[in-house]
């Protein structure tokens, strides 16, 4: 198993551009997230899927939409990226996101907006 | 104030020493806890559940503290491998929990040979 796999690692936008973080997850987990982690911060939640077919905002969803495609799949878009968003972005899913579940992480990926 | 606070060090102790982080959290309703470990650049993963009694794992001990609210991590005889940074997390619990989970900025631990 793979377990949590994000595309790309790395990419550079200027400010202004769009891109979409693909994630995916091979464990058959209902729950998927994302986070954006910053110097001296804790991981920040942006959007979460409870399930399949659902998704909503978490603490910074502001400058991000998210689509959940399917079971496996859950990409978060930039639709006008700013320098504020210069973050390492992390996917993450769990079984069924109960209170005492282990969450799976994926690499992340590093963003610089310019 | 944050809701999940710690020392964000970073702690400098020689291998084989005992080392322990503390973790305050502000919810007094907080269900569950755990630390996570998150290496250099890379994702970070799960190290273990806080369980009210307290839990052992190998060298890891845990411990909650409600009255107090606060979690605690020993790491006894620490090795090289150890060099992380240790985040705290605290689920408040109660309905659609997902969104519910609050991670600490972690602490940064160096074991030096």
């Known amino acids: 198993n793979a377990g949590v796999t994000q595309t790309p690692k790395f990419q550079v936008l200027k400010t202004g551009q769009s891109m979409t973080l693909q994630c995916a997850q091979d464990?058959?987990?209902?729950?998927m997230y994302w986070y954006r982690q910053d110097p001296g911060m804790g991981l920040r939640l942006i959007y979460y899927?409870?399930?399949?077919?659902?998704?909503d905002k978490g603490e910074v969803p502001n400058g991000y939409n998210v689509s959940r495609l399917n079971k496996r799949e859950f990409s978060l878009r930039l639709e006008s990226a700013a320098p504020s968003q210069t973050s390492v972005y992390f996917c993450?899913?769990?079984?069924?996101?109960?209170?005492?579940?282990?969450?799976?992480f994926g690499p992340g990926t590093r963003l610089l907006v310019l | 104030r944050k809701e999940v606070e710690q020392d964000p060090g970073p702690f400098n102790v020689p291998e084989g020493a005992t080392v322990a982080f503390n973790c305050t959290y502000s919810?007094?309703?907080?269900?569950?806890f755990f630390w996570y470990r998150q290496d250099c650049r890379k994702e970070p993963k799960l190290l273990m559940s806080?369980?009210?009694s307290g839990n052992e794992d190998g060298r890891f001990t845990a411990q909650l503290n409600r009255a107090s609210q606060y979690i605690s991590l020993l790491i006894r005889d620490s090795k090289l491998s150890d060099s992380a940074t240790y985040l705290c997390v605290v689920n408040k619990g109660g309905y659609s929990s997902a969104s519910k989970i609050i991670f600490g900025s972690g602490t940064r631990l160096s074991i030096r040979p």
């Open positions: 993450a899913s769990s079984l069924r996101g109960g209170d005492s579940e282990t969450q799976y």
């Open positions: 806080v369980y009210s």
């Open positions: 919810n007094s309703a907080s269900q569950s």
């Open positions: 464990m058959n987990h209902n729950s």
């Open positions: 899927s409870a399930s399949e077919g659902t998704t």
